[in-house]
């Protein structure tokens, strides 16, 4: 049975008959029975044939973890540091787009979940809730990441305001000055909010859960576009602005000129190659992020693990090289660490928490990930981050791929 309760002022959902959660995937079910089809889809689909969305996760499989016995175990911990701030693991929230739409005030409690828990939030230029909204309702600074738009009125406006919010890192996302085909999303005719066709109606009508908590949301739309830019003020001439606005002109040297212009920690997302990694040391960034974005732009290029050890050996002493897309669990996590990444994003799985519980499944999203990486050390007989390493690896020979340029 389902019955609605009252959290401070916030409306919510709750399921007596609500599952023991162990696993990202408890939550991944949780989501797809509570989340419309296209925000569900939105989530979980890649480019194209998937086929790099698959082995995004595949190949984090092929990876096996040496179990060491006879090791103290005691006080251990998996706390480290991410661009020189505090975590209480490796582990940051991804920006996702539409997060608002996976939940009401989406955006809102997933930073509010990361906060408490002692990892970063990391904001999308395109999510439903603001900066402003996000700043407001936490205490702690969060990261913004930026999609570079053809106006740079806008652009730099979107800095200022993630200055003025108290941001401490700017993610400059590298892999999207054209957006990549996802075939669901067309089928689905993906929109925020969504458009209300007989389709979409007769799907909405299964979610009431969801639609009870969209009517008191704070908003339903992009906050960080809808009002803040000239002839933008509704969603009817969104989408075309949005359609016409990432930027393909983006180079090194717009890069360069981003960096100088936010004047703090910088990450570049995006980097799948050894020679990138090079130019974003080039430029100055803090960090990199290992991503093809979680398989939803080049469909065919490698998954990120597979690319790690490349990038590694070009830049990884000299700059903080994380990794993105395909981490669905702590072993996961571990495994990224002791390929020699300092640190992980997740968007997907903490995504599917959201969907599932609100800000509490995000929460538990955290908690599953972060037991099943406490647990997995200690039973390689590692008690510490920064003791990880490729020998609690056993890589199957020829992992990275013998290719030809």
Not at 153 to 158: K, N
Request: net charge neutral; glycine share 10%; aromatic share 6%.
């Amino acid at each position: 049975e389902i019955a609605s309760c009252l959290v401070g002022s916030e409306m919510c959902i709750r399921d007596s008959t609500m599952p023991v959660i162990t696993t990202i995937d408890d939550l991944k079910r949780l989501h797809e029975r509570r989340v419309p089809r296209m925000f569900y889809d939105y989530a979980e689909s890649g480019s194209w044939t998937e086929q790099t969305f698959r082995e995004n996760t595949t190949d984090f499989e092929q990876i096996r973890l040496r179990q060491r016995v006879a090791v103290d175990m005691s006080g251990r911990s998996t706390k480290t540091q991410m661009i020189g701030q505090d975590v209480a693991m490796p582990v940051a929230l991804a920006p996702v787009g539409l997060t608002g739409m996976q939940h009401a005030d989406g955006e809102i409690k997933a930073a509010r979940a990361a906060e408490a828990f002692g990892v970063p939030f990391t904001l999308s230029t395109m999510s439903i809730n603001s900066i402003e909204d996000v700043a407001e309702a936490t205490t702690k600074p969060f990261w913004f990441q930026l999609y570079t738009m053809r106006d740079e009125d806008y652009v730099a406006r979107l800095i200022q305001r993630a200055k003025d919010a108290k941001c401490s890192a700017l993610v400059i996302t590298l892999d999207l000055q054209i957006l990549g085909q996802r075939h669901k999303d067309l089928k689905n005719g993906l929109s925020a909010p969504p458009k209300l066709t007989a389709k979409t109606l007769a799907n909405l009508a299964t979610k009431w859960s969801w639609g009870i908590g969209m009517m008191g949301a704070k908003r339903r739309s992009f906050g960080n576009i809808v009002g803040h830019v000239h002839g933008v003020d509704d969603t009817a001439n969104l989408g075309a602005w949005t359609a016409e606005q990432f930027d393909p002109t983006l180079d090194w040297g717009k890069i360069a000129k981003l960096k100088e212009q936010w004047g703090g920690k910088v990450i570049l997302k995006g980097i799948l190659d050894a020679d990138d990694a090079r130019m974003a040391l080039k430029v100055g960034a803090d960090a990199i992020i290992v991503s093809n974005h979680g398989g939803r732009q080049l469909d065919g290029a490698i998954s990120s693990i597979r690319a790690l050890p490349s990038i590694l050996e070009a830049v990884g002493d000299q700059i903080e090289v994380h990794l993105d897309s395909g981490i669905r669990s702590g072993q996961d996590v571990l495994k990224a660490m002791a390929m020699g990444a300092k640190g992980t994003y997740i968007g997907r799985a903490f995504i599917y928490g959201l969907g599932a519980m609100g800000q509490a499944g995000v929460t538990s999203a955290l908690e599953v990930i972060h037991k099943e990486l406490d647990l997995s050390m200690a039973l390689c007989g590692e008690t510490s981050v920064a003791g990880l390493g490729k020998h609690n690896l056993l890589i199957p020979k020829g992992f990275e791929g013998d290719w030809q340029p």
